[in-house]
């Protein structure tokens, strides 16, 4: 579903949609340095146990050489790895992190806009195993890969909405 990037509400309203909303809201909100560095993220997809999302990269998530900084790609997966999960079933908590691992394949720039595509491959009684791509959007639409990742995180005690 798409959502309206002027202040991030849903412009097409289903329960999937309306449920990853309030909960990246509840994120953003909970934890300063989401909001310091994804406070202008826009969830462009959510589809059942995944979602995209666009963010335009400014000073403020970049490395001293001016590229995309590893750090920022991490919160990035750590956020989104949430949302995906709360796709796959409702839930209003998505657990903790076991384990992330990011592969940087290249970078992106100021100015550029970045793609997040967060998909739930699998979430059992415990784990859950979360895919991200976050990709630099070409002028043409194409997407070129910067990062590639992987995040478990423990669900057990962050059980689904009934």
Same mark, same amino acid.
Request: hydrophobic share 40%; glycine share 6%; charged share 15%.
């Given at each position: ?34 909001? *310091? ?5 826009? %969830? ?5 146990? @995944? &979602?995209?999302? #666009? +963010? ?26 949430? *949302? ?5 079933? %409702? ?5 903790? @992190? &076991?384990?992330? #691992? +990011? ?33 630099? %959007? ?25």
């Amino acid at each position: 579903m798409a959502i309206d990037s002027s202040n991030h509400a849903p412009s097409s309203d289903t329960p999937r949609t309306t449920q990853v909303q309030s909960l990246m809201h509840s994120l953003l909100a909970k934890s300063p340095i989401y909001n *310091l560095i994804l406070s202008d993220i826009q %969830l462009t997809h959510v589809h059942p146990g @995944s &979602v995209t999302l #666009h +963010l335009r990269l400014s000073a403020t998530h970049l490395n001293s050489k001016g590229g995309l900084h590893g750090a920022v790609s991490a919160t990035i997966v750590d956020f989104v790895t949430g *949302l995906a999960i709360c796709a796959h079933d %409702l839930r209003e908590k998505t657990g903790a @992190s &076991v384990d992330m #691992h +990011l592969s940087f394949l290249s970078t992106a720039k100021a100015g550029d806009t970045v793609v997040i595509h967060s998909t739930a491959e699998r979430v059992g009684g415990s784990l859950a195993f979360v895919s991200i791509k976050i990709n630099k %959007l070409g002028e043409d639409g194409t997407e070129v890969p910067v990062t590639l990742a992987r995040h478990t995180k423990y669900v057990r005690s962050a059980a689904p909405r009934e």
